[in-house]
T-cell receptor, first 113, second 114 residues
Framework: DQQVKQNSPSLSVQEGRISILNCDYT??????FLWYKKYPAEGPTFLIS?????DKNEDGRFTVFLNKSAKHLSLHIVPSQPGDSAVYFC????????????FGKGTKLTVNP | DGGITQSPKYLFRKEGQNVTLSCEQN?????MYWYRQDPGQGLRLIYY???????QKGDIAEGYSVSREKKESFPLTVTSAQKNPTAFYLC?????????????FGDGTRLSIL
């Protein structure tokens, strides 16, 4: 049973436009959410995180939005650049528990020049 | 530079052999983790350790074993009991602090069966 779902396996956008990657979760105990970026044959790189006490966190071109009532979060990349092309993983954890991360299956983003 | 080093990058195993994947970190992180990634899948937790000489099973621990004798090292052994060991293995570490800290990953080891 997938607790973290990324329903879009892939996304293609034009350079300079906005990329929106979505993630849904089912476990109401999750209180910390992260986005990682991964290139082939490399480890994931941490991008941005958000605690459940917030609904938005921004870091440069990257913004994460959290809607707790809908159990949904999204990552916005503005403006998108070709170097952003990678697989993006959403992850969640219960900080009050074991602090284990549960990952979605990832969304492959392609930014076209 | 501080970081997480996984070695080797590529590893081949014959049927019935045990093989050990290395993970070393010089970030002075307290917790360490092992994940497995299969094509088209997310990362699944194998084992994790929050302090030296202690570790817990993750979601897919069967056929794997670990040790945590030193803070900076968390080797993973893939035993012959693991029926489908071909995968990309990722090690991560995390600092315990008052605030929330993300896990940081090494560059992985790709294990293949000959």
């Amino acid at each position: 049973d997938q607790q973290v779902k990324q329903n879009s396996p892939s996304l293609s956008v034009q350079e300079g436009r906005i990329s929106i990657l979505n993630c849904d979760y089912t476990n109401s105990m999750f209180d910390y959410f992260l986005w990682y970026k991964k290139y082939p044959a490399e480890g994931p790189t941490f991008l941005i995180s958000i605690s459940s006490i917030k609904d938005k966190n921004e870091d440069g071109r990257f913004t994460v939005f959290l809607n707790k009532s809908a159990k949904h979060l999204s990552l916005h990349i503005v403006p998108s650049q070709p170097g952003d092309s990678a697989v993006y993983f959403c992850a969640a954890s219960d900080q009050g528990g074991s602090e284990k991360l549960v990952f979605g299956k990832g969304t492959k983003l392609t930014v076209n020049p | 530079d501080g970081g997480i080093t996984q070695s080797p990058k590529y590893l081949f195993r014959k049927e019935g052999q045990n093989v050990t994947l290395s993970c070393e970190q010089n970030l002075n992180h307290d917790a360490m983790y092992w994940y497995r990634q299969d094509p088209g899948q997310g990362l699944r937790l194998i084992y994790y350790s929050q302090i030296v000489n202690d570790f817990q099973k993750g979601d897919i621990a069967e056929g794997y074993s670990v040790s945590r004798e030193k803070k900076e090292s968390f080797p993973l052994t893939v035993t012959s009991a693991q029926k489908n060991p071909t995968a990309f293995y990722l090690c991560a570490s995390r600092r315990h602090s008052q605030g929330i800290q993300p896990q940081h990953f090494g560059d992985g080891t790709r294990l293949s069966i000959l």
